[in-house]
């Protein structure tokens, strides 16, 4: 291996930071750049040396002003979130946010300059003189500058989310993975081990299991092992250069979770833990005191009306546009259908919406007449009840269309949990009944996430993350993954 590739790999956080920090910048310059052009052509702003000497001091102070509230707005963080979907949002409020600070230098370092005998500007004066900021914001075109930030926002989009496949892509092959141990085998330990598996962006990679029962030791929990019991944890976090140990034990005694974390702060390792009632976490919680008890609080859980409104309006504007853009494939696909095997062009089931209710969800047909029904959903796209056009219409997810007329009619949603049928929902616990707190979506964080080959009810975690954290920019960040998706030809079976 090369200096250049064992530096690389030794150093992988602090060298993607770094390479993100330059990339987010040429993104940024880029994005002025073809505003300015966009601005000048749409605009007529002029293309003399004077103009483009303005824009080129604007777009370096545009540039300063976008990485520090990226900065501030934590996507230089090495710790990501579920599918990176508080980046996302980072991305749009870092954009907003950006957009609002420029205006507001602009406008008070220049009051410094006819101002600057007054007491309430005099302090900036220096300031100004430093950075030598003498842009006349009467002088910008208004044009130019709305086309620079919404390409910044659309731009930085795409180049987050390329940066994210490429670390995917490298944690993957082994690059810049952590090597973890887990310390608990019962159920949250292999919930653990499921996560390491199917999200690869975390960077973990599983060595194996530690548990208190010495007996176990060189048993397996499913591929990984189980490597040794508490007094090998010197041993194995040596000999396997462990870098963080995930202590999985919400069942076990307070004072034993407390000896293991004991032993790992000794031998210098990063540890995180599942707390009792864990549960409980994915809810929007806050820490309270009572004098110096901690206290777990939930957050009010209920949207606020403006949220609703807004959902609401989205729906409505979103399922409006969708069936008369598709209106031609609704046609082509009827005929199709019924033309390929004998049944109804569409298919209709009972599900559960929000609080318990019952609904008709609509979907185009995909399956044989006769053996569809209430059966669980196909996993492959070998299934034999699947019709060969029913095949194409769950790659690119076509067969959902019909269910905006259940968005239009109030049922559902665009975004939120897939609505499940009754006697599934008959089985549910306290804690999967929290799903029926939102309206039905017709694609969700399940949808576009890495486990969307598994039943929707054995993956809970997506559902109650987005019903603690919906809101109108979520669900545009989520609408926007679902169409890479569908572009993709990743729909579901």
């Known amino acids: ?81 579920l599918l990176n979907m508080e ?46 900021l003498d842009i006349n914001p009467n002088t910008l075109s208004r044009l130019t500058v709305l086309l620079t930030f919404i390409l910044i926002l659309f ?11 490429v670390i995917q892509r490298l944690h993957q092959r082994g690059i810049g993975n952590r090597n973890v141990l887990i310390y608990g085998t019962g159920d ?25 029962d010495m007996s176990k030791a060189g048993n397996r929990v499913d591929r990984s092992p189980i490597l040794g019991s508490f007094a090998d944890l010197e041993r194995l976090v040596g000999e396997h250069k462990v870098s963080e140990v995930f ?13 293991v974390l004991a032993e790992i702060q000794r031998l210098g390792v990063a540890w995180h833990i599942v707390p009792r009632f ?20 939930r957050s009010d859980p209920r949207p606020g009306v ?27 696909t009827a005929i199709a259908i019924k033309r390929q095997s004998p049944g109804p062009i569409f298919f209709r089931q009972t599900r559960i919406g929000r609080d318990g209710k019952p609904f008709c969800m609509i979907k185009f047909r995909t399956m044989h007449h006769h053996l569809s029904g209430d059966a669980p959903t196909p996993r492959t796209a070998s299934d034999p009840r699947i019709t060969n056009i029913g095949r194409w219409l769950r790659r690119f997810s076509l067969d959902e269309l019909p269910q905006f007329v259940n968005v239009l009619k109030g049922e559902m949603s665009v975004v939120g949990p897939r609505p499940e049928m009754a006697f599934i929902v008959d089985q ?24 969307r080959q598994m039943a929707i009810h054995d993956n809970l975690d997506y559902d109650l993350y987005y019903i603690e954290h919906q809101s109108l920019l979520l669900d545009v960040v989520i609408i926007a993954l679902t169409a890479f998706a569908v572009v993709k030809g990743t729909g579901a079976y």
């Open 1 to 81: 291996m090369t200096f250049f590739g064992t530096f690389v790999r030794r150093n992988f956080e602090p060298v993607v930071l770094s390479v993100q920090v330059v990339v987010d910048l040429a993104v940024v310059l880029l994005a002025c750049w073809i505003g300015y052009v966009l601005g000048e052509r749409l605009g007529g702003i002029g293309g003399d040396t004077q103009t483009e000497g303005l824009y080129l001091e604007l777009s370096a102070l545009i540039a300063a002003v976008c990485l520090v509230t990226f900065h501030a707005f934590g996507m230089y963080s090495p710790v990501k979130s």
């Open 87 to 132: 980046e996302f949002k980072a991305i749009a409020k870092s954009t907003v946010v950006s957009f609002l600070v420029l205006f507001a230098l602009l406008t008070f370092l220049r009051a410094t300059k006819q101002e600057s005998q007054g007491w309430v500007y005099g302090w900036l004066v220096p300031i100004h003189e430093r950075f030598h």
């Open 155 to 165: 731009l930085m989009t795409a180049s987050r989310f390329a940066s994210f496949k």
């Open 188 to 212: 949250a330990g292999r919930t653990l081990q499921r996560k390491f598996v199917l999200v690869p962006t975390l960077g973990l990679n599983l060595v194996g299991f530690v548990s208190d």
């Open 247 to 259: 202590v999985a034990m919400p069942e076990a005694p307070e004072d034993r979770v407390m000896a």
């Open 278 to 297: 864990h549960h409980l976490m994915s809810f929007k919680v806050r820490l309270e005191t009572l004098d110096s008890i901690p206290l777990v609080t």
């Open 306 to 332: 403006l949220a609703q409104v807004g959902k609401r309006a989205l729906d409505i504007a979103l399922s409006i546009v969708v069936l008369v853009i598709s209106a031609p494939i609704f046609a082509i």
């Open 428 to 451: 549910y616990g306290p804690l999967d009944r929290e799903r029926l707190r939102a309206k039905p979506g017709i694609t969700g964080l399940w949808q576009i996430s890495y486990a």
